[in-house]
């Protein structure tokens, strides 16, 4: 069964440094977010992104945050300048149509990224 | 602001056992409801997807209802696993900005 990737597992940075999560979504998906789960608190959503643009972001993808899909199989999410609270555990998913057409959402399974 | 609040916060049952979660929202206005699986360390497995005008959908020993009036969803499990152990995340989109809100979660222990 296709499933969605993601690179590394866990990460450890600098504080200041910048990072690059990396996810490979399910082939014929054309839909793609990322979200981020602090440790014992809630799924938070962070951007949605379609045809080569963000189609949504939340107020916590700040101008520090940014995705592309660099080719046609990867998705990126690169923060320039980590903080402390930026350590979490990053989702990356997709879909193959928007969240709106009740598509179902394919999660991989996580970067946990520690902010030292 | 759209919130999602979920309870029980924690939930212990016997294998074998039934158990109903519950989600109220205050998502203004409404695109559609999920319910999601979380094993612990792992991503998020849909269960099961409600719009508006549906009352009741079933996946396997998973049943959801939604009574949008009211706000107001519910997650049962029919002779409940012990796989069936993790956290239980609803969300709900808001129309318009399909932005989803999720909620805390409920945590299910099933225990042999």
């Known amino acids: 069964e296709p499933e969605v990737t993601q690179t590394p597992s866990h990460q450890v940075t600098q504080m200041g440094q910048e990072v690059i999560l990396r996810c490979v979504p399910i082939s014929n998906h054309l839909y793609f977010y990322w979200y981020r789960q602090i440790l014992g608190q809630k799924v938070e959503f962070l951007v949605s992104?379609?045809?080569?643009?963000?189609?949504?972001k939340s107020e916590i993808f700040d101008d520090q945050f940014s995705v592309e899909r660099p080719d046609g199989s990867n998705f990126t999410l690169k923060i320039r300048s980590t903080k402390l609270e930026d350590s979490a555990m990053y989702f990356c998913?997709?879909?193959?149509?928007?969240?709106?057409?009740?598509?179902?959402?394919?999660f991989g399974p996580g970067t946990r990224l520690l902010v030292l | 602001k759209n919130q999602v609040e979920q309870s029980p916060q924690s939930l212990i049952i016997l294998e074998g056992k039934n158990c109903t979660l519950q989600c109220n929202y205050t998502v203004s206005p409404f695109s559609n409801l999920r319910w999601y699986k979380q094993d612990t360390g792992r991503g998020p497995v849909s269960l099961t997807i409600m719009t508006f005008s549906e009352n009741t959908k079933s996946n396997g020993r998973y049943t959801a209802t939604l009574d949008a009036d009211t706000k107001q969803s519910s997650l049962h499990i029919t002779a409940s696993q012990l796989s069936d152990s993790a956290s239980y995340i609803c969300?709900?989109?808001?129309?318009?900005?399909?932005?989803?809100?999720f909620g805390r979660g409920t945590s299910l222990i099933v225990h042999p």
């Open positions: 969300v709900v989109s808001e129309g318009g900005s399909y932005i989803p809100t």
């Open positions: 992104f379609y045809n080569n643009e963000i189609s949504e």
């Open positions: 998913a997709s879909s193959e149509a928007g969240y709106w057409r009740q598509e179902t959402q394919y």
